[in-house]
């Protein structure tokens, strides 16, 4: 994980959204565990119960499950609950800003799809 941070939320926020980014990306799969708590801590350069709060999140959503004694996994049916939850979030709290900006700049569709990512990378 980059252990790069931002001043915006606090580092646990960013870290869990970057596990969540992980699940969403397929980087991380049902049953999968999660690096531990020490490793990321060590690799981020950050304190273990900063990581641990993260960690603990994710837990208290569901979307991972805490085996005592061995680590942290996946749970099952988490990537399809995430995707829920963030179109949700970004149909509701991105979706209106972006749809007034396109509105404000007069885009079609067409200028919007001429300007997708494989336009972005020629």
């Keep these: 994980m980059d252990p790069e941070w931002n001043d915006s939320q606090p580092i646990y926020r960013q870290l869990r959204d970057r596990v969540v980014a992980m699940i969403l990306d397929g980087h991380l799969k049902e ?4 690096p531990s708590v020490r490793s990321v801590a060590t690799d981020s350069r950050i304190n273990p119960l900063t990581v641990l709060r993260a960690y603990q999140q994710l837990v208290d959503e569901g979307l991972v499950e805490k085996r005592r004694g061995i680590g942290m996994y ?5 990537p399809e609950l995430l995707r829920l939850a ?4 970004f149909l509701t709290e991105q979706w209106p800003e972006i749809h007034a900006t396109i509105r404000r700049l007069g885009l ?3 200028d919007l ?3 997708g990512p494989q336009a972005a990378e020629a």
Excluded: F, Q, T
Aim: net charge negative.
């Design 31 to 34: 049953g999968d565990p999660l």
């Design 113 to 115: 799809l001429a300007a």
């Design 74 to 78: 996946i749970n099952s049916g988490a």
């Design 86 to 89: 963030e179109r949700h979030k």
């Design 108 to 110: 079609s569709i067409e």
